[in-house]
């Protein structure tokens, strides 16, 4: 059997192993072949070294962390569920409590809702309510809309991302999708892909449910993918937002909100090396308070901290700046 080419003389290797395989179930000889990666005969060899290439490991872009990293100033932090503080430019690991340990997302769950629409959607497409819109639990943010009312889902991912309004959520998911149930499955497909394997999504709002968990390194992943979609980056930096959509007998509804975020609002302070370039907030009784945000230092250098399950505001926003202090120490 003669071989011309590398491609052949490989297929050459794998047909007289099996034919020794074969012939070795003859008689009493027996030939013991143990799988050793350096071994001089092995197809893995043969292939690795004529190709001399080497794959790129899942984490290399990303920052891993597999225990807590202390920082200088934790006054505001022993009380919250878990925070984290990453580099994103060198991949570094600033800060890290509990990153690993099942916490409630709150309204973080949006930052995968807009993820998922960005990358399945159309900004541009026509989103018409249904009954799944109608959301009765007491105290939930609401946007105030009605089964056939009408807007884009540019104008529904604004609302969403800066009011983050629950039936918005659910309107989302809906017409995207085809029904939430969908859109909760594609949620949690694109948490697997993104290495969240620690989450569980049951609905695109983040309203309370046993069943619906992250983790603050979770939170950092899929937040880490949402920021790379230029129309997310926009929406997070918005201050405030109005717009007008449309009922089902096509009269204007109006609105007109402001950010939820403190920080862009200018009611809490970063620290003098750090803007804030925006991120997601996120309260309920079950999660606490928590916050995800986008950073950057004098450099421009980018930086993502989270935190899950403050106590109050208070100690929320205080958290997040002794977080963001930890830059550059």
């Known amino acids: ?17 099996a034919a020794a395989l ?29 190709d001399n290439k080497t794959a790129v490991p899942f984490a290399s872009r990303l920052c891993v962390v597999s225990g807590n990293v202390p920082g ?34 709150a309204s973080l769950t949006k930052v995968m809702t807009a993820l998922v629409a960005l990358k399945y959607g159309n900004v541009n497409q ?13 105290g939930a943010q609401l ?5 056939g009312d009408v807007m884009t889902l540019d104008q529904a991912l604004r ?9 918005v959520a659910m309107l989302i998911a809906d017409s995207v999708a085809g029904s939430v149930d969908r859109f909760v499955e594609m949620m949690n497909e694109e948490a697997k892909m993104l290495g969240a394997t620690n989450t569980n999504f049951v609905n695109p709002h983040g309203l309370t449910d046993p069943n619906h968990y992250t983790t603050a390194y979770d939170l950092y992943l899929i937040f880490n993918e949402a920021i790379k979609y230029e129309t997310f980056n926009e929406i997070i930096q ?3 937002y109005q717009t007008t959509y449309y009922d089902k007998d096509g009269k204007e509804k109006k609105f007109d909100k402001n950010t939820t975020n403190l920080f862009m609002r200018g009611d809490y302070s970063a620290p003098d090396n750090v803007t804030v370039i925006g991120g997601k907030t996120g309260t309920t009784s079950a999660a606490g308070h928590c916050l995800i945000l986008l950073s950057r230092d004098v450099s421009g ?15 929320l926003y205080q958290g997040m700046t002794d977080l963001l202090e930890e830059i550059h120490k």
């Open 301 to 315: 250098s980018p930086y993502i901290s989270v935190i899950c399950g403050a106590p109050s505001t208070d100690e």
């Open 238 to 240: 918005m201050t405030s």
């Open 72 to 105: 200088a100033s934790q006054e505001h932090l022993g009380d919250v569920n878990a925070a984290v503080l990453f580099d994103l430019k060198e991949n570094e690991v600033l800060y890290a409590q509990a990153a690993h340990d099942r916490v409630s997302p």
């Open 159 to 167: 609302i969403l991302l800066l009011y983050s309004a629950n039936d």
């Open 126 to 138: 026509t989103l018409t309510a249904t009954n799944a819109v109608t959301i009765s639990e007491k």
């Open 22 to 50: 074969t012939l070795s179930g003859c008689g009493k000889l027996e030939y013991d072949i143990p799988y050793v990666v350096d071994a001089n005969v092995s197809t893995y060899n043969v292939v690795s070294k004529q």
């Open 143 to 147: 946007c105030g809309l009605k089964p």
């Open 1 to 17: 059997m003669k071989c011309t080419n590398k491609k052949r003389w490989i297929r050459c290797v794998c047909a007289l192993t």
